[in-house]
């Protein structure tokens, strides 16, 4: 089983940037995959950015030379560096782990909110 606890939300202007955090319970390592996701009321939830056990890491194109994933491994955690924020940002996001048993794990997710 993974915990994962989400921080680092809040409100910034666009333009802005917010560092999103995501600890683990347990080595991120042992974990297949790391995802932030965001949603919106009334949409689905979307992957933003993922990092594998192994580092490798994707984006969605929305966010691809304006976000970047990364690790510190001696914390267990994920962040999810957020820069140039637009207005569109603006969602709940969500921290979600893929393990190798095939389980899937969610944050209780954190709101960022980006003024025009």
């Known amino acids: 089983q993974v915990q994962l606890v989400e921080s680092g939300g809040g409100l910034v202007q666009a333009g802005g940037s917010l560092r999103l955090s995501c600890a683990a319970s347990?080595?991120?390592?042992?974990?297949?995959?790391i995802g932030w996701y965001r949603q919106v009321p009334g949409k689905q939830r979307d992957l933003v950015a993922a990092?594998?056990?192994?580092?490798?890491?994707d984006y969605s194109d929305s966010v691809k030379g304006r976000f970047t994933i990364s690790r510190d491994v001696a914390k267990n955690t994920v962040y999810l560096q957020m820069n140039s924020l637009k207005p569109e940002d603006t969602a709940v996001y969500y921290c979600r782990a893929d393990t190798y048993q095939r389980r899937i794990y969610w944050g209780q997710g954190t709101q960022v909110t980006v003024s025009s």
């Open positions: 347990r080595s991120t390592f042992s974990i297949k995959a």
């Open positions: 990092i594998s056990g192994g580092s490798s890491t």
